[in-house]
C-alpha cells in the first residue's frame, strides 16, 4: 500500500485537473526505475488506463497504480508533497530506502 498525505492530495488533484486527468476516475503512477545518483529514482505521473500487470490502490482519494516490479520498492511509501524553502516537489518517504540522495530523487536498498 501507498498512502498519501493531505498536502500531497491537495496537490496531485490540482495538477490533474491542470494537465485534463479526472481525480475521481483517472491514476496516479508511481513507479521505479533504473538511474539516480542512488541506483533507483522514483516516477510519477498520470494516467487513465491500468494493465493485466499494475496493482490498484486508493488512499485519501487518490487512485494510485504501481507496476509490480516497482510495488516491491515502495510497499509502505508515504507520498508526500514539499513546498518548503529547499524547494517544491513530491517527497517519498520510503521505509525500504537504506541510502538516499541529497536531493531525495533516488535511492538504494
Do not use: H
Amino acid at each position: 500500500m501507498i498512502q498519501v498525505s493531505e498536502t500531497a492530495k491537495k496537490r496531485v488533484i490540482s495538477m490533474m485537473e491542470e494537465d485534463g486527468f479526472d481525480s475521481n476516475k483517472d491514476y496516479v503512477r508511481v513507479g521505479v526505475k533504473s538511474g539516480g545518483c542512488s541506483g533507483l529514482s522514483y516516477e510519477l505521473k498520470f494516467d487513465n488506463q491500468t494493465t493485466e500487470t499494475d496493482k490498484v490502490f486508493e488512499d485519501n482519494n487518490v487512485r494510485i497504480i504501481v507496476d509490480k516490479k516497482s510495488f516491491l520498492y515502495l510497499v509502505g511509501t508515504v507520498l508526500e508533497y514539499s513546498g518548503g524553502l529547499n524547494g517544491k516537489g513530491f517527497v517519498f518517504n520510503n521505509p525500504n530506502a537504506q541510502r538516499t540522495c541529497g536531493c531525495g530523487e533516488s535511492f538504494s536498498l
